[in-house]
């Protein structure tokens, strides 16, 4: 018997490019992880981010 | 925001102190995989020691104290020992509660993989790495349920379709036929397989409902 396994995901792992208005430290987010920024501010510094912080995804 | 689904972050820091690697690498040589444990160290009676463990290539130059374990296949484990620092990204994972779940060093740098379980404590973990090492870098956080712990697994048993099913279904992938626009349609694969028209769709169709009956609900 072969049995393979295959990852149902429906969403894509597609990633932002997150740059730091304050810090200038430039970060992978996935889109939960760029929806927590923008609610929470920089993960380093604390500072406030706009949308215009991270970039449009791109394919992981 | 989403608590409690944990972050997933992979951060950059130095080799250099306040790193156990301080000392024991000189920045070019690649690291692939870091085990670490805590031990009594014999030398200074009661001072708690960290041992740590390294698989990189079996030529290696390491100073006095780095010991080679075993070696196979152009790898070696290599195994050194060293005082317990509290600025040590280790230490500083350790006081978290936050797991590492991957270690390694490329390009001079010491690249560290782990788990927090929410936000505050990601922030208190880079506040503490920020401390001891300014220049260090946050290369990637995820947050999604993309990540394996919580990726939604199905078992698919492909020799529930038989030879002829696989053989019609990987010919007609590979004719292009499940893109769109298809880069074939039913009669030329069909024609390519040397059947039917009706014999490969009832072949395609038993195929299908076979394997979305398994990812499907």
Known sequence: ?60 | MRMGSGIRAEVSLPTSAPSPFDGVLDGSASIYSVARSTARSAADGDADAVVLEFIADADLPVPDGVNVVFDYGGKAAYRFEVPCCEDSPFAVLDRHGVPVSETTIRDGRLLVTFHATDLPTLRSVLDAFRESCPNMQVLRLLQSSSTPEESDLVTVDRSELTERQREVLTTAYEAGYFDHPKGANAGEVAESLGIDRSTFSEHIAAAQRKLLSTLLD
């Open chain 1, 1 to 60: 018997m072969s049995v393979c396994h295959v990852p149902v995901t429906m969403t894509s792992p597609r990633t932002h490019t997150f740059v730091c208005p304050e810090c200038y430290r430039e970060i992978e987010v996935d889109g939960a992880m760029r929806a927590t920024l923008l609610e929470a501010g920089c993960v380093v510094c604390g500072a406030p981010i706009a949308e215009g912080d991270i970039a449009d995804p791109q394919t992981a």
